[in-house]
């Protein structure tokens, strides 16, 4: 069978979320994204059409590679949103020229590779991108949190208030310990911003930290001043943030497991792990 490689510019996205519900339809817990969740998932992880590929069967989407374009505060490496191929079409070498596609775009904007994260138990897929080139860059934990919403309001002097998104500093380095993957970076939040939800702690007129989370409970960060770290400001972001969303559980996905600092705060939370994810990077030499 012969394939057609093209950008994803003049395809519509209910193709594309039909494609990729088509090719995790075997997974242990199939995906069925509405076409509204696709169109948030595109918006969320910076979907760019041009840096995107498909492999047309006729007119059958039979795998793609969903990219951002080079993104500068990732040091030049674009985002892969998600790789699949459709059952049928498997095991034909498609993810493999989908990638070169991909970089081969990249390098008109200066990209310096890509990054993306995969499971680390998908051992079949970690070696595949290994063999592409990636390497780890660094573990990230996805856990939630359990049991009933706590009442932190006897625990903290601190109160969380619902903030625009143009009230965060512009600097962030004091806040993070290590900056958050893509998908919960400010761009992310930026573009959801009309759900999302944004809530910070003040002292004597200053913003010690903040939290943001999407309109599903999933959070994208929660960043305190490292000096008033343990003193409340994380409880009090963390029940503002349950409260805001209505969730019954808060998500956490992609915490850097090196951040010490973060993971502390989760585990006295009483979080439950969910599954552990490899960062991983192809860089280019130019």
């Not at 009442?151 to 600097?171: C, G, H, M, N, Y």
């Not at 490292?226 to 992609?254: I, M, P, Q, S, Y």
Request: include cysteine.
């Amino acid at each position: 069978m012969s394939y057609r490689i093209t950008d994803c510019r003049t395809l519509p996205a209910a193709r594309l979320c039909a494609a990729m519900n088509a090719a995790f339809s075997d997974y242990v817990v199939p995906l069925s994204l509405t076409e509204d969740k696709f169109r948030d998932f595109q918006k969320q992880r910076g979907f760019s059409p041009e840096h995107s590929f498909v492999a047309l069967a006729g007119e059958e989407i039979a795998a793609f590679w969903f990219s951002s374009p080079p993104l500068s505060a990732y040091d030049g490496h674009a985002y892969t949103l998600s790789v699949g191929t459709a059952p049928a079409h498997r095991r034909k070498g498609l993810s493999r020229q989908l990638l070169h596609k991909v970089i081969d775009r990249q390098k008109p904007d200066e990209g310096r590779g890509l990054q993306l994260e995969v499971i680390t138990t998908n051992d079949k897929a970690v070696k595949a991108y290994r063999d592409f080139g990636f390497e780890v860059s660094r573990t990230l934990r996805v856990c939630r949190t359990a049991g009933e919403r706590p009442d932190v309001s006897q625990k903290t002097e601190f109160t969380a208030e619902k903030i625009r998104l143009d009230q965060l500093p512009d600097d962030e380095s004091l806040f993070f310990d290590t900056r958050p993957t893509p998908q919960n970076s400010r761009a992310a939040l930026s573009a959801l911003q009309d759900t999302a939800h944004v809530l910070a702690v003040w002292m004597d007129g200053g913003l010690i930290g903040w939290g943001a989370a999407y309109a599903d409970g999933s959070v994208a960060q929660i960043a305190v001043l490292k000096e008033f770290r343990r003193r409340g400001a994380g409880r009090a972001l963390l029940h503002g943030l349950w409260c805001a969303t209505g969730a019954d559980r808060l998500t956490f996905v992609n915490v850097d497991t090196a951040a010490k600092g973060v993971n502390a705060f989760l585990d006295d939370a009483g979080v439950e792990d969910r599954v552990h994810q490899s960062e991983m990077r192809l860089t280019q030499e130019h």
